[in-house]
Structure formats: C-alpha cells, structure tokens
C-alpha cells in the first residue's frame, strides 16, 4: 500500500505556469501517471513516467507543454505545467501501478492521490 499526497495546484493566469508535486510514502518505486478531472468530464490522462524515469509519455493535449519527471530519492513525481489555458483547469491527481501497461488508462493505476485544483483564468 503507498499513499500518494499532491501539492502546487492554485490559481494562474492563462500563459502562467504552476509545477505539481506528488510525494509517495514508503522507498518503492511506481511507474506513476497523472490524471485530471473537469467538472462534469470524465478523468483523462495526462502524463506518465516510468519507474527510472527514462519512459514517458503525454497526452496529446499537453504534449510539448507539460514535462512530467521524478526524484526517486524523495520518491516524489512532478507535472510540470507551463503555457497554460483556461482548458487546463480540473482537479489533478497522481496515480501509482506496478508495470508499464495501459499507463494512459486510470482503471489501471492502483493507488490514488486526493487531488490538486489547478485553475486558469483567461
């Protein structure tokens, strides 16, 4: 069991940046992705990196706007998050698997952050 805490969320202008923390407890090491939900959408994905961090992949919405990366000696994930839009905005949550399969899809993570609010205003 690894318990997963987001931080950074907050209020930005469109065109700002914020950077996403999400610190896993305990030294084992997830592949971990990052998902977002939208008041009334259902959650999507938005980036995942592998266990050494060598593997990543984006969603095609984020790509070349959002670097996701990992310090695996705090064991802490991390969206960075820059060229916002008004689009962006949902709650974010980090998500922890054991293998490198289906990462784009949420229904394959086993462990759940509570959420980080990222709003941008236009």
């Known amino acids: 069991q690894v318990q997963l805490a987001e931080s950074g969320g907050g209020l930005v202008q469109a065109g700002g940046s914020l950077r996403l923390s999400c610190a896993a407890s305990g030294r084992a090491l997830y592949v971990m992705g990052w998902f977002r939900q939208a008041p009334g959408k259902e959650r999507e994905f938005v980036a995942a990196?592998?266990?050494?961090?060598?593997?990543?992949d984006y969603a095609d919405s984020v790509k070349g706007r959002f670097t996701i990366s990992r310090d695996n000696a705090k064991n802490t994930v991390y969206l960075q998050m820059d060229s916002l839009k008004p689009e962006d905005t949902a709650s974010y949550y980090c998500?922890?698997?054991?293998?490198?399969?289906?990462?784009?899809?949420?229904?394959?993570?086993?462990?759940w952050g509570q959420g980080t609010r990222v709003t941008v205003s236009s």
């Open positions: 990196i592998s266990q050494s961090g060598a593997v990543s």
């Open positions: 998500a922890a698997k054991n293998t490198y399969l289906r990462v784009t899809n949420s229904r394959a993570y086993d462990f």
